[in-house]
């Protein structure tokens, strides 16, 4: 980890009320994922009594799910979909809960040394382990007739957030459009795959965004302009530009967090995880 | 899941995406990465877009699933974590000082420090039949779970927590199967299994769990087993020897 990113974790966690207060409690309760990283609650678990009332919390705190979404673990539940899909089986519960449970029971000992510097990095790896010993590393105990590659019609179904995510015409003021134009062609410049630089700019630039797929009078398909392609490479290339943009656009010193351009980064799915991204909302605000 | 990925040189590739982005808000450290590493360079996308888009909200077949998930974390994932922590107490694992006087101290846990500690005092109470399993098998409660028949390791965290509730016969049926599994004594485990651990009574959490189980039926329907498996014990509840 390095020593700046040590340093932001160390003020927000000396910074918490006396671990074990009802301050604590309560600011574990309340406080915005944003101004809480995970790597934080981690550390105050770690240090807690084992079986203290503020242990107890912190846990309840890390996996907690509000309106259908995980505060801390959405990108391991996102990852789990993925792996999931590819067994064609009812196994995303089963593999999530594996997960899970590794996590729970790694958190206190060694292995949640990790999680005290890179929480979605330790989740992510304690997933993969969780796959590797059900199906094998090799996936050998997959049932015999999948395949461990991913199947490009099963994953085209997988919902993509952001593939559905309309233009920032329709939502935004006219600066705002030419700001997020400007960001928009900075990030395609910076994309060297030449396919996903390609897509990219047919999704972002024309007037409205293009479906990934099927026939429409009014709309171009993405599919239809990429006819070499699969659904799923398309799906898969917009994800990837589409993170770069949102990732783009919040980190932007002059884009200013308005209602407006608010509600289109929730259009596109973005996670308000950074501590600066909360920094720059209050300044908003 | 390439068998040659090595498990380990990702976590670290994924720790630095991490820490790039929520730090410095660095979007291109992935490009880099993936020029060193290309054979981790779908791993290193994927988890790049995972840390900036969230997941696609009501997704019917996943949200009744992590709904499942979200009770199994509120019931049995919370007493998971506790068994663990307790246990890694023994030797407190954490990387840096406290920045705070914690003001629990005072609920320090007085977990017994005897290994082998099979005396179930009063004072060594708080040590719990699963955390005794753990110890004296050298195993993690997931491979206990494995090698004994009809249980998951909720079961075992269940009956752990709440033996007041277990019927002596399924008592005494899963501790003859610990005792042919490892050679522990039946009543080794019945000293951890004949009342509720007092570390992990309700009253000392800050919120009760949805409701603790009443019954014995209640518990099974807690712990994750199949229909078979709950059957199978149900047979053990009015044999007692």
Known sequence: MSSEAGQLIEQVFQALPPLGSDDFLSHIETARVCDLPPEVLVRAFRQLPADSAAAEAVVRRLFRRRDGVWEYVSPLVAYARRQSSKTRQCTYEDLLQDAFRRILEALPGPRGDFAERSWNAFCRRELIDAWRERFGRRGERLPREESLEPNDEDKATQPVSSAEAPPWHAFLEPNKIIMIERVARRVLASISDEFVRAVAREAWFRDERPNISGRSQDRVSLTSLFSGKSRFQIMRALRHADAQLVAALLMDPDLELSPDVSAFLRKMSARPTRLSDSAKEKKNE | ?241
């Open chain 2, 1 to 241: 899941m390439s068998e040659k990925m090595n498990l380990e040189v990702l976590a670290q590739l994924l720790a630095k995406v991490e820490r790039a982005w929520i730090d410095n808000g660095d979007r291109t450290l992935i490009y880099q990465l993936a020029e060193q590493h290309p054979e981790y360079r779908e791993h290193l996308y994927e988890f790049f877009e995972d840390l900036v888009l969230e997941p696609e909200k009501n997704v019917g077949e996943f949200d009744q699933a992590e709904e499942r998930l979200d009770r199994w974390i509120q019931s049995s994932g919370i007493d998971i974590a506790r068994a663990a922590a307790i246990e890694s107490r023994v030797s407190p694992p954490t990387t840096s000082d406290s920045p705070v006087q914690a003001a629990s101290n005072a609920e320090a846990v007085p977990v017994s420090k005897k290994d082998d500690g099979i005396d179930p005092s009063p004072e060594a109470k708080v040590v719990t039949w699963v955390m005794f399993l753990r110890r004296r098998t050298r195993q993690g409660l997931p491979s206990i779970a494995k090698k004994l028949e009809n249980v998951t390791t909720e079961y075992l965290v269940q009956v752990s927590r709440h033996p007041n509730i277990v019927p002596l016969g399924v008592r005494q049926r899963i501790a003859q199967a610990v005792e042919q599994a490892w050679g522990i004594p039946v009543h080794e485990s019945f000293g951890f299994l004949t009342a509720a651990p007092s570390a992990v009574r309700a009253a000392s959490r800050s919120r009760a769990f949805d409701r603790e189980p009443n019954t014995f039926e209640e518990l099974l329907a807690r712990s994750a087993l199949t229909q078979e498996q709950i059957s199978f014990w149900l047979t053990f509840r009015n044999i007692a020897k």
